[in-house]
């Protein structure tokens, strides 16, 4: 007689880990001419441990044998690396797609047109407010204007389909079907993310982060947008109802890591902290080795526990949401999200707080000073209000 054994769905499957990450995500530099308030790297001095020319181009190397379909390039701001359209090029000519985020201040006509000509390549424009007001209390006075410069020349140089990405605030998210209109103006394509309390956001998640009704809001509005990206943000919102599109879980060490600009692999970008420090390029055996064998990785790759979720019937939907953001609150990463839409994470959250709010703080800081909205404090409540 014979058995047939069930195949477990796509997504209990990509739990196990893949023999490469879908999504890898590279900080080139820690050098930035901006000081977001929310950065997750907390970039603006260069790292005298900077990856060389030739220690990138091995680290590409390294990622085409392993059949990486694409990178996310980033930083700091990656194009001030004087070797950054060198390591670009490279990439491509070893079929590594390379999709780049930039503040836009670096994209003259020159570089567009440049840009237009290149095969495998996206480009990712952050902007943080549909007008300067908005925008420049986040990432700094001037940026509005340079990041609307920067999506001009591409357009002019006939650059398609580039993204426009915002995190999502509570200062911006009325402003979504504004950034949609922009956009579709520019022939371009939105990209909505979530705020995480990673890098500089630790001290201004709780004056940026959504309310709980402007969390209902958003859901609503993706839900309403199924062409704007999300990089599966919000899946702690599939608690709420109908799934939200995207694979739905925590990739951090299954399908997603960081390398950041000294080769530290990180299991996910938004948890630059050396309790997700997998390992380093420059170890032996390179990336593949740390991707494969690193104990961290091997140990996210085990089953799930849902710990304090166990008895919530939308455990299954919302998976317990996002590790990083839970870290870094304080919260246990079997407990439930901090933006939990149902509040579970109040009583811990309010826990912490009564004991002085004291959380994890990021590894490394390349802050050239120090930026905050205000006095560095936790939410009492997963509640937050204006």
Request: proline letters at 5%; a negative charge.
């Amino acid at each position: 007689m014979t058995t047939h054994t069930k195949t477990p769905p796509l997504v209990e499957q990509l739990k196990g880990g893949l023999d490469a990450p879908i999504c890898l995500t590279w900080e080139l530099t820690y050098a930035c001419n901006l000081a977001c308030v929310h950065c997750l790297s907390s970039s603006g001095r260069r790292d005298p441990k900077e990856l060389t020319t030739e220690e990138a181009f091995s680290v590409v190397d390294q990622l085409a044998e392993l059949q990486v379909f694409y990178i996310n390039v980033g930083g700091g701001e990656p194009m001030i690396r004087r070797d950054f359209f060198d390591i670009v090029d490279y990439a491509i000519s070893k079929n590594v797609g390379v999709k780049f985020s930039t503040n836009g201040y670096y994209i003259d006509a020159e570089a567009a047109e440049r840009f237009a000509a290149m095969d495998m390549l996206d480009i990712q424009i952050s902007l943080d407010g549909m007008d300067s007001d908005t925008n420049d209390a986040v990432r700094g006075e001037g940026s509005y204007d340079r990041a609307r410069q920067a999506m001009d020349h591409l357009a002019d140089a006939g650059f398609e389909n580039f993204k426009i990405s915002i995190v999502a605030t509570r200062h911006n998210v009325d402003q979504l079907d504004d950034y949609k209109a922009m956009a579709d103006s520019y022939g371009a394509q939105l990209r909505v993310t979530r705020l995480r309390p990673s890098g500089r956001g630790v001290d201004t998640y709780d004056e940026l982060r959504l309310t709980n009704d402007q969390q209902r809001q958003i859901y609503r509005w993706i839900l309403d947008h199924p062409d704007v990206l999300t990089g599966d943000s919000f899946f702690h919102l599939n608690a709420l109802g109908e799934s939200l599109p995207g694979l739905n879980l925590c990739g951090a060490g299954r399908i997603v890591c960081l390398i950041d600009p000294i080769g530290d692999v990180y299991a996910c970008p938004f948890v630059i902290h050396d309790n997700f420090l997998a390992g380093n390029v420059r170890d032996q055996g390179g990336f593949g080795q740390v991707w494969k064998h690193s104990d961290l990785f091997t140990e996210l790759r085990e089953p799930d526990n849902p710990g304090a979720c166990t008895s919530c019937g939308s455990y299954d939907a919302c998976q317990g949401g996002c590790m990083a953001t839970k870290f870094f609150t304080g919260l246990p990463l079997d407990g439930p999200d901090p933006d939990c839409v149902y509040g579970e994470a109040d009583e811990a959250l309010a826990a912490i707080a009564a004991a002085g709010g004291v959380v994890p703080r990021p590894t490394q800081d390349h802050s050239k000073v120090k930026v905050s909205l205000g006095p560095t404090r936790r939410a009492t409540t997963g509640r937050a209000t204006s």
